[in-house]
């Protein structure tokens, strides 16, 4: 096969392209040009496009794109011709979490303090450094805050103080309005009391199988501020997430779809990236139709994200409420019940207070729409793995029967690289199979 200046083999599939994002949302231009002539010129028919979510380098996010992506070839009928794209965008992923049939991260076994104790290793700190450049005297005062584990509460509160300056945006910043899902306003585990805070997150952290040193209240409070640190750090990239799909991807798309009429887009994201291909639906021009087929992998977004009229509030809907239509094709949402960070964690981070009374129907109001679906969405069909999706509309599949493996404190959420997921997004965009 001929190759072209500036071709990439990452993944092991071909063709293969890269788009990449800054945190405004700017594309590498060089790189959305070779995609535009390159899918011309193999004459692809369908375009796989996979955004990353938790990953914070190029490495993770093309190991993951190389094990999914890799069954596709020869699930293709012989009249498809397949082309693959890999998002990339600044994200990151705590090294401590492990990724089932990923190397796990060696950092954390040389990491100081005793055993429990929280501290940001030296790999943690690397991904804080290239997510948030420019911040490296506040990093620097949270490594100290968090290996000292004072009980003087005036400590854990300009631990939270410097948490919220770390995730904070400049005024300018396009992403500073695309953080919310459903209107809630900014995270109350950024602006509640710092120790309440804590200790609640502990406990989370506790139920997911987190070990935690519960009988003594300040290591207790220590670890639950290193879950503040790591949830306060995904807030940021949900906001950054949106900001990439709405600004960056979609208006790529609508180009695409201008010079390669006949392409058939397929979109696909993990966790974060499941946020970022939906707003890219939103950023996209109204009239491009080129979208067959959403996947979300473990969404890690509002499961009301799509609601025209949230329950709780009926004069509002969700952020993304319609965009559904711009899909000429179904919006498919899997989830399962073993994705601990979107199943207890998530909603913490979505609506955590002090006030005790505020977690009823926690989960039910501030879900996550990779752990139980979309929800508040006229005519969603909720099936399982492996029945026929629909040709449109709103799609909740139940996938627990595959992604399930993985330990705390996030579970199965990067559980996602299986063939019978790949098998789903060929159904999803009704791309013909062999």
Known sequence: MARWPGWQDHTGVEPYWELTFDADGDVDTAQRERLLSGTERESVTDLLVFAHGWNNDKKDARKLYRRFFAPCPRLAAAEVRLGYVGVLWPAIRFPDEPIPDFDPSAATAAAPGPPGAPVLDAATRQALDRAFPGHGPTIDRIAELLEERSDVPSRVYEFGRLVRELVSLRETSPARNLGEDTGAGEPAMLTDDAVQVCEVLAAARADTGQPELLGDLRKRVWNGAHELLRQGTYFAMKRRAGAVGQLGLGPAIGLLSADVPNVRVHLIGHSFGGRLVSYALRGMPADVRAVKSVTLLQGAFSHYAFADRLPHDRSRGGALHGVQRRIDGPLVSCYSRHDDALGRLYPLASKLTGD??????????????????????????????GEAIPAKGCVSVDVASVVRRGGPPAGAHSDVCHEELARAVFAAGRIATA
């Open 356 to 385: 005790s009374t505020s977690f009823l129907n926690l989960w039910e109001r501030w879900g996550a729409v990779g752990y139980d679906g979309i929800r508040a969405v006229d005519g969603t069909k909720r099936i399982r793995l």
